[in-house]
């Protein structure tokens, strides 16, 4: 614990950003700093928002004089004093992990003393070493050596591994139909595909014949031609139509496809388009992303393909024991590649130190981000910061223990150690009482949220918070043992079984899932879970559903979707509808808002509609959206805000100067319902607009589902990228809540309590049991233990991480796997539980 003397205590005076209400506060430099509070009590407002807000304008303003202008209204903390505050560097959660091209290496920076090491000291063949290819000597340059630069990638894949096409047998799905009769299933409707079928009839097709009646040639040249021939149709129309030719372009299906993914606005149109795609092993580069003069280049006697592939903890030892051999060398008689290896090797190593020292040698370096858990990629930012040997900075951490199994919170306090040692301070935004047990001050906000929070409950040492009976922090910090449940709670209904699974790590498994219950499925970070559940079951049950609820899908998961082989399935004809929720964004842009995405903002829309002042000046529901140029505010285009580009710097956002952040026009907002315009509404809380629309049934139904489970907080008009992912993973959920149905429904979620309080989580575990109490089955991906606790049922998986995972530890109750002597989890379970584990 540092000096608790004045001179080294930070001071804020006067905050009040957001829900803030004028606090004042202090906190000690050079110690481990937790903010705590429910969800939505302004901790986070107070860490990130004014904290490192207010460090942050410092450092920006003095960067140069002429940005000053734009900076000051891009960031403004609301604080009226912060003082003591050394220089920060944050780590948020993100909503997106990256997409095809982001991967182990490139999110910690590795890939760059990788790529230099096999330019500056591989072997070259001696085909390849010609002037041709840039730098001294001939050699490949480091770009070469990426699958990102133009160089560098693979020309036929672009450089990410597969090949996409649209596929006959998803583009006709049925070959019996006649295309008059919708044989072509991707085409679009409306206007544009009866023009497609027109052309056709133009060109002399048989459109009445059965598609697989027609010649290969025809079929090939209407789904996979370039041809774009503008054709003069005389169409037969009804007599009360317009009749006349027309000029019309023929696109082939395959390039409709192409050139809606590619070119679209609309998420739903690309997910569309995407449905009709398969993808293909790249044969060109065989899946390794690069070009063939950059694989054929070795280092260590591996080409660089086969060197990322490696586990980071071999990778570790390779390089390790290259440097050692070097080391036992005389310098002196380097020639340009042995100096090239003695700088490089030391900046490789130092980043895979901190990787493996955070847990995380199981991965390779080509792992895509996308396949990563919550928990892995954040320890692999992390990692990223470990490496920089930082001092005298505060850092400001936004949930760390999120997707960490307990067994690994270990490693995060051993970070904090680390970093405390160096001369830093470690601020936490923390809902793990594990880990804000073990903090040197505690800062807890509340006493609730949104309006009812703001506050600073207590600020001082973890031993005086007992004391505050206010405090909802407090009862968690010192809560009564688990009760770990011994019985399902209902009898399952039946199983769902899976034989020889084999997708990413997990090889041959068998597993059951059962049916009419909620199961908790968990083990380490990286112990296949999410694969399990979100990968495999998602995969196979949403491929045999009629009525599916999921995220859209990506090119990622076309790829994903031909890695799943099982060999067996039963038990799926009693699932009759998929709800597959992950932590996916709600939206990408910030058009996409908690109320629209519920869709309670059309019933909204329609009743400002139907005021009489709405009337009297003809307006329908659309003036009343922030997405049509009838009611948004032209300068921001109804976003609320603009971006402020910054000379050298990321561009930051400030309010819109006319909306001032309120999204429409003005003469929108002259239209009141019940005192209330519609920016106000927007404005609004959950809690909040609970009792604005108390009288409005469907509103209200909708806010419920909400609240329930403890998203009161949020206010209606948050931006979906803004919301951290287990937010956009409950808004998914109360999306659904809403709906009511006897179809048997399976849900599937991927740590759902992620960056809940534990009260919060309460609120969620209780709506979750309340599904399986409506006849539903839930199967949810959890490190929470007071979630595992009180499962009907618990697929432990493990035994460690990656290659060393990916089988079943346990299937069983609560109760029984805190006494398997072989599980993790259950060792954890009966530590919070009290009990006492056998021999």
């Given at each position: 614990?540092?000096?608790?003397s004045h001179a080294n205590f930070v001071q804020i005076v006067d905050a009040k950003l957001h829900n803030l209400k004028n606090i004042s506060v202090q906190f000690p430099r050079g110690a481990v700093v937790a903010f705590t509070g429910v969800s939505g009590s302004?901790?986070?407002?107070?860490?990130?928002?004014?904290?490192?807000?207010?460090?942050?304008?410092?450092?920006?303003?003095?960067?140069?004089?002429?940005?000053?202008?734009?900076?000051?209204?891009?960031?403004?903390?609301?604080?009226?004093?912060?003082?003591?505050?050394?220089?920060?560097?944050?780590?948020?959660?993100?909503?997106?992990?990256?997409?095809?091209?982001?991967?182990?290496?490139?999110?910690?920076?590795?890939?760059?003393?990788?790529?230099?090491?096999?330019?500056?000291?591989?072997?070259?063949?001696?085909?390849?070493?010609?002037?041709?290819?840039?730098?001294?000597?001939?050699?490949?340059?480091?770009?070469?050596?990426?699958?990102?630069?133009?160089?560098?990638?693979?020309?036929?894949?672009?450089?990410?591994?597969?090949?996409?096409?649209?596929?006959?047998?998803?583009?006709?799905?049925?070959?019996?139909?006649?295309?008059?009769?919708?044989?072509?299933?991707?085409?679009?409707?409306?206007?544009?595909?009866?023009?497609?079928?027109?052309?056709?009839?133009?060109?002399?097709?048989?459109?009445?014949?059965?598609?697989?009646?027609?010649?290969?040639?025809?079929?090939?040249?209407?789904?996979?031609?370039?041809?774009?021939?503008?054709?003069?149709?005389?169409?037969?129309?009804?007599?009360?139509?317009?009749?006349?030719?027309?000029?019309?372009?023929?696109?082939?299906?395959?390039?409709?496809?192409?050139?809606?993914?590619?070119?679209?606005?609309?998420?739903?149109?690309?997910?569309?388009?995407?449905?009709?795609?398969?993808?293909?092993?790249?044969?060109?580069?065989?899946?390794?992303?690069?070009?063939?003069?950059?694989?054929?280049?070795?280092?260590?006697?591996?080409?660089?393909?086969?060197?990322?592939?490696?586990?980071?903890?071999?990778?570790?030892?390779?390089?390790?024991?290259?440097?050692?051999?070097?080391?036992?060398?005389?310098?002196?008689?380097?020639?340009?590649?042995?100096?090239?290896?003695?700088?490089?090797?030391?900046?490789?190593?130092?980043?895979?130190?901190?990787?493996?020292?955070?847990?995380?040698?199981?991965?390779?370096?080509?792992?895509?981000?996308?396949?990563?858990?919550?928990?892995?990629?954040?320890?692999?930012?992390?990692?990223?910061?470990?490496?920089?040997?930082?001092?005298?900075?505060?850092?400001?951490?936004?949930?760390?223990?999120?997707?960490?199994?307990?067994?690994?919170?270990?490693?995060?306090?051993?970070?904090?150690?680390?970093?405390?040692?160096?001369?830093?301070?470690?601020?936490?935004?923390?809902?793990?009482?594990?880990?804000?047990?073990?903090?040197?001050?505690?800062?807890?906000?509340?006493?609730?949220?949104?309006?009812?929070?703001?506050?600073?409950?207590?600020?001082?040492?973890?031993?005086?918070?007992?004391?505050?009976?206010?405090?909802?922090?407090?009862?968690?910090?010192?809560?009564?043992?688990?009760?770990?449940?011994?019985?399902?709670?209902?009898?399952?209904?039946?199983?769902?079984?899976?034989?020889?699974?084999?997708?990413?790590?997990?090889?041959?498994?068998?597993?059951?899932?059962?049916?009419?219950?909620?199961?908790?499925?968990?083990?380490?970070?990286?112990?296949?879970?999410?694969?399990?559940?979100?990968?495999?079951?998602?995969?196979?049950?949403?491929?045999?559903?009629?009525?599916?609820?999921?995220?859209?899908?990506?090119?990622?998961?076309?790829?994903?979707?031909?890695?799943?082989?099982?060999?067996?399935?039963?038990?799926?004809?009693?699932?009759?509808?998929?709800?597959?929720?992950?932590?996916?964004?709600?939206?990408?842009?910030?058009?996409?808002?908690?109320?629209?995405?519920?869709?309670?903002?059309?019933?909204?829309?329609?009743?400002?509609?139907?005021?009489?002042?709405?009337?009297?000046?003809?307006?329908?529901?659309?003036?009343?959206?922030?997405?049509?140029?009838?009611?948004?505010?032209?300068?921001?285009?109804?976003?609320?805000?603009?971006?402020?580009?910054?000379?050298?710097?990321?561009?930051?956002?400030?309010?819109?100067?006319?909306?001032?952040?309120?999204?429409?026009?003005?003469?929108?907002?002259?239209?009141?319902?019940?005192?209330?315009?519609?920016?106000?509404?927007?404005?609004?809380?959950?809690?909040?607009?609970?009792?604005?629309?108390?009288?409005?049934?469907?509103?209200?139904?909708?806010?419920?589902?909400?609240?329930?489970?403890?998203?009161?907080?949020?206010?209606?008009?948050?931006?979906?990228?803004?919301?951290?992912?287990?937010?956009?993973?409950?808004?998914?959920?109360?999306?659904?809540?809403?709906?009511?149905?006897?179809?048997?429904?399976?849900?599937?979620?991927?740590?759902?309590?992620?960056?809940?309080?534990?009260?919060?989580?309460?609120?969620?575990?209780?709506?979750?049991?309340?599904?399986?109490?409506?006849?539903?089955?839930?199967?949810?991906?959890?490190?929470?233990?007071s979630v595992i606790a009180t499962a009907d049922h618990v697929i432990d998986m493990g035994p460690g991480a990656g290659e060393s995972g990916g089988q079943v530890i346990a299937a069983t109750t609560p109760a029984e796997l805190s006494q398997d002597q072989n599980?993790?989890?259950?060792?954890?379970?009966?530590?919070?539980?009290?009990?006492?584990?056998?021999?």
């Amino acid at each position: 614990m540092p000096d608790h003397s004045h001179a080294n205590f930070v001071q804020i005076v006067d905050a009040k950003l957001h829900n803030l209400k004028n606090i004042s506060v202090q906190f000690p430099r050079g110690a481990v700093v937790a903010f705590t509070g429910v969800s939505g009590s302004g901790k986070s407002s107070l860490a990130f928002g004014t904290i490192h807000g207010e460090a942050q304008r410092r450092y920006l303003e003095s960067v140069a004089p002429f940005a000053r202008r734009l900076i000051g209204s891009a960031v403004d903390p609301q604080v009226e004093i912060v003082d003591g505050m050394p220089p920060t560097v944050a780590l948020e959660q993100r909503t997106s992990a990256g997409g095809a091209r982001s991967d182990v290496g490139t999110i910690t920076a590795l890939s760059n003393s990788i790529r230099l090491l096999f330019s500056r000291a591989g072997v070259h063949p001696d085909e390849i070493l010609d002037d041709a290819h840039g730098i001294a000597g001939g050699r490949l340059t480091a770009g070469h050596f990426s699958p990102y630069t133009a160089e560098g990638m693979c020309p036929d894949c672009q450089g990410v591994g597969k090949q996409f096409d649209p596929a006959e047998e998803l583009m006709v799905p049925d070959p019996n139909m006649s295309i008059l009769d919708g044989a072509i299933a991707a085409w679009p409707g409306a206007w544009l595909g009866k023009n497609f079928r027109e052309i056709l009839e133009t060109v002399g097709v048989d459109t009445t014949a059965p598609w697989h009646s027609l010649d290969k040639t025809t079929r090939d040249w209407i789904l996979y031609t370039d041809e774009t021939p503008v054709i003069t149709v005389v169409p037969i129309r009804e007599a009360w139509r317009t009749q006349g030719p027309y000029e019309g372009q023929w696109e082939s299906v395959a390039r409709y496809l192409r050139r809606t993914v590619a070119t679209t606005k609309s998420d739903t149109n690309r997910a569309r388009a995407l449905s009709f795609f398969t993808s293909r092993t790249c044969p060109t580069c065989d899946g390794h992303r690069l070009n063939a003069a950059a694989l054929q280049v070795r280092y260590l006697d591996s080409s660089i393909w086969q060197l990322t592939h490696r586990s980071l903890a071999s990778l570790l030892e390779v390089l390790q024991n290259r440097h050692r051999a070097l080391a036992e060398s005389d310098a002196r008689d380097d020639g340009p590649v042995l100096g090239a290896e003695r700088i490089l090797l030391p900046a490789a190593i130092s980043v895979l130190d901190a990787v493996n020292g955070l847990g995380l040698g199981h991965l390779s370096m080509d792992r895509a981000a996308n396949t990563l858990s919550t928990g892995e990629l954040q320890r692999l930012r992390l990692a990223s910061q470990v490496r920089e040997g930082l001092f005298g900075v505060a850092y400001v951490l936004d949930e760390p223990s999120a997707g960490l199994h307990p067994a690994e919170k270990h490693m995060l306090s051993k970070l904090f150690e680390r970093f405390i040692a160096e001369g830093n301070s470690v601020l936490l935004v923390e809902h793990d009482m594990s880990l804000v047990a073990k903090a040197d001050w505690i800062i807890d906000v509340g006493p609730k949220a949104g309006i009812s929070g703001g506050r600073v409950i207590y600020s001082g040492p973890i031993y005086g918070l007992a004391d505050v009976e206010e405090s909802i922090t407090a009862r968690f910090v010192n809560a009564p043992p688990l009760q770990l449940k011994d019985t399902p709670s209902r009898e399952a209904t039946g199983k769902l079984q899976l034989e020889g699974v084999n997708a990413r790590t997990i090889e041959d498994l068998d597993v059951d899932f059962p049916l009419g219950q909620l199961t908790a499925v968990s083990g380490v970070s990286g112990s296949g879970k999410s694969t399990l559940v979100t990968h495999v079951l998602g995969t196979i049950v949403g491929n045999s559903v009629s009525t599916t609820v999921s995220d859209e899908p990506t090119n990622d998961d076309a790829a994903d979707a031909d890695d799943v082989k099982v060999r067996a399935v039963t038990g799926l004809e009693h699932i009759q509808r998929l709800v597959h929720i992950t932590q996916r964004p709600i939206g990408r842009t910030p058009r996409s808002v908690v109320a629209t995405y519920t869709g309670l903002f059309d019933r909204v829309r329609r009743i400002f509609a139907a005021t009489d002042e709405a009337k009297q000046r003809g307006w329908g529901i659309g003036r009343f959206s922030f997405n049509v140029t009838d009611g948004r505010c032209p300068e921001c285009s109804g976003l609320g805000q603009i971006e402020v580009e910054l000379l050298f710097l990321p561009g930051s956002y400030a309010s819109g100067p006319v909306c001032h952040g309120q999204r429409f026009k003005s003469e929108i907002l002259e239209v009141t319902w019940n005192g209330h315009t519609v920016a106000d509404i927007l404005g609004l809380s959950v809690h909040e607009a609970k009792h604005v629309f108390a009288e409005e049934a469907t509103i209200l139904r909708a806010l419920e589902a909400l609240d329930a489970i403890g998203l009161g907080y949020i206010t209606l008009g948050q931006r979906a990228t803004e919301l951290s992912g287990g937010e956009a993973q409950r808004i998914k959920l109360a999306t659904e809540l809403q709906r009511i149905t006897t179809k048997h429904t399976l849900y599937l979620l991927d740590e759902p309590s992620s960056g809940l309080h534990p009260a919060d989580v309460a609120l969620l575990n209780a709506q979750l049991h309340r599904l399986v109490d409506h006849g539903h089955t839930v199967i949810v991906v959890e490190h929470d233990q007071s979630v595992i606790a009180t499962a009907d049922h618990v697929i432990d998986m493990g035994p460690g991480a990656g290659e060393s995972g990916g089988q079943v530890i346990a299937a069983t109750t609560p109760a029984e796997l805190s006494q398997d002597q072989n599980s993790t989890t259950g060792r954890y379970l009966a530590l919070e539980s009290d009990v006492t584990r056998g021999h």
